[in-house]
């Protein structure tokens, strides 16, 4: 049994509706689009932030005397809080992001995250540094769900995948800042030293709060709650200099309205129970679930969250260097996982998994080999070439697993399932680094070296499972996309209405206007 790939169909259905004038770089419109991106893409970074900034200040002194140097289950409740509080917000997200809108509900978010990271840089004891966590926790599960949908709701089409791809990229840019920013607040003589770096938390979401709600709001959500007009509108201004006549703009917004329609009629009930009620959503979530673990537990949380513990085991126990090391680490991973994001659409989804889980097996078992050279013999040589390997490894974990697990999700999901399907992904992952915060720093206590065995072999049945499994879903629109696992005469339906659509339009003489003196794209 060979691995699947897409159903056959056509292949990029709007590439010959596209202006090739039309840039990135060189419209006005996509610009100011794609800079409303940047502003709900920065909600990662809040993430990275955290986890990075919890390995920084495990090596801040100051830190730990404030809080009475924490260590074992405390330190794990410490780390692990954030995604406690995560979980306590995944029953409502869904219901939020599909009620009220998704900028909305990132502002909601971002409301709480401010007040907590003020009350976290506030903290005059564990107990106040610990319910601050929380309440980050809580407010970025409503950010973080509707912030990538809205991403992916409103992006030109041609730059939709790399776009939402960055996103999880981007958690990398938070995590440099917070590990550079806990590196030059380490000589601080006073509780500032940690202090500081929670303060910078919620620059992300001070942001939000005061921009977000000037954004534009989802054309599918518009077209789901009957304002066809303004989603229309939308898509016209950004995608179509403000042409509603536009062959691209007619064929997107019919396609929309199309698949909105067909996910009514097969599913008048939205409820939870539909995320399993059909082959095609089936096949959708154990991806996304399988996805959601996979993230989580390819050895990559060892290093997100105790870095400093394996620095300890393999002789680098000096605070500065560990901070160093970590900041290094940070700006390599963002490297290559923005270089992945644009790759995504030349070389595929499939080609990305498969590349990562395989080299990441390879690595993860240098290491093992490694850190067992270093345990037994003492080795300097080996314990640096752990280093190494942790570098590589994470070369190759970004090469899919940091750009496309969140866009991988989105975009297969139906929009009347993805506010529900996407929170899924995100309370698995939630559950997934509980697991590890708690069990990692036990395991490799109680094992050393022996623990990396344990990923080498799971990296193993991940690739197995990505082989089989994984569909491949480049240069398609977003409809066409979530149509794919439904079946390919669904997926015809969808893109047949769309182009029949387009063809009226054009038959009534609704020609696409030419770049003239009222609709010269704006140059800059």
């Not at 096949?283 to 300890?312: C, E, H, P």
Request: with cysteine; proline share 3%.
């Amino acid at each position: 049994m060979g691995g699947v790939t897409a159903v056959s169909g056509k292949d990029t259905s709007f590439a010959h509706l596209i202006d090739e004038r039309r840039k990135w770089y060189n419209n006005r419109r996509i610009i100011a689009l794609n800079a409303w991106i940047v502003l709900l893409l920065i909600t990662s970074s809040t993430n990275g932030y955290d986890g990075s900034m919890m390995n920084g200040l495990q090596s801040l002194p100051q830190w730990e005397s404030a809080f009475g140097y924490p260590s074992g289950g405390m330190l794990g409740l410490l780390n692990a809080i954030q995604n406690i509080g995560s979980l306590a917000g995944y029953p409502f997200a869904p219901y939020v992001s599909d009620g009220i809108g998704r900028r909305k509900t990132v502002f909601f978010g971002a409301t709480i995250m401010c007040i907590a990271t003020a009350i976290q840089t506030a903290s005059q004891s564990v107990g106040m540094f610990i319910g601050a966590r929380f309440l980050i926790g809580f407010g970025l599960t409503f950010a973080a769900n509707a912030a990538p949908m809205l991403v992916t709701e409103i992006s030109y089409p041609t730059y939709r995948a790399p776009l939402t791809s960055l996103y999880n990229s981007l958690w990398y840019s938070g995590s440099i800042i917070a590990a550079w920013t806990t590196y030059g607040t380490f000589k601080i003589n006073s509780t500032w030293a940690w202090r500081l770096p929670s303060l910078l938390q919620g620059i992300p979401s001070v942001l939000q709060f005061f921009l977000v709600l000037f954004a534009p709001e989802s054309p599918r959500w518009l077209i789901r709650n009957g304002r066809e007009a303004e989603a229309l509108k939308t898509l016209a201004y950004y995608h179509a200099d403000g042409n509603e006549q536009d062959p691209l703009v007619v064929y997107e917004f019919e396609e929309i309205k199309a698949a909105i329609e067909y996910d009514r009629s097969v599913a008048s009930n939205v409820g939870w129970k539909i995320l399993i009620a059909t082959p095609g959503n089936r096949k959708r979530m154990r991806i996304i679930v399988a996805l959601a673990f996979f993230s989580q537990w390819s050895g990559n949380g060892l290093v997100s969250y105790y870095l400093t513990k394996v620095f300890d085991q393999i002789g680098i126990t000096g605070s500065s260097t560990q901070l160093l090391i970590n900041g290094i680490l940070q700006i390599w991973n963002l490297g290559w996982a923005v270089f992945a994001s644009f790759m995504v659409n030349r070389l595929g989804r499939r080609f990305l998994f498969l590349l990562s889980a395989a080299l990441m097996t390879l690595f993860y078992m240098a290491q093992a080999i490694c850190f067992a050279e270093y345990a037994e013999h003492g080795s300097p040589a080996a314990g640096h070439a752990v280093i190494a390997f942790i570098f590589l490894f994470y070369a190759a974990y970004d090469v899919a697993f940091t750009p496309l697990i969140v866009s991988y999700t989105v975009e297969i999901l139906p929009y009347s399932i993805r506010a529900k399907g996407f929170n899924v992904f995100n309370f698995v992952v939630s559950l997934a680094l509980i697991f590890n915060q708690y069990v990692n720093p036990i395991a490799l206590d109680a094992l050393s070296w022996k623990y990396y065995l344990v990923y080498v072999c799971w990296l193993a049945v991940e690739f197995v499972f990505l082989w089989f499994f994984l569909i491949e879903t480049k240069n398609r629109t977003l409809e066409e996309t979530a149509a794919l696992f439904d079946g390919e005469d669904v997926l015809e339906q969808i893109a047949n209405k769309a182009e029949g659509q387009h063809e009226v339009y054009e038959d009534g003489s609704l020609e696409k206007k030419s770049f003239g003196a009222d609709n010269e794209a704006p140059r800059v």
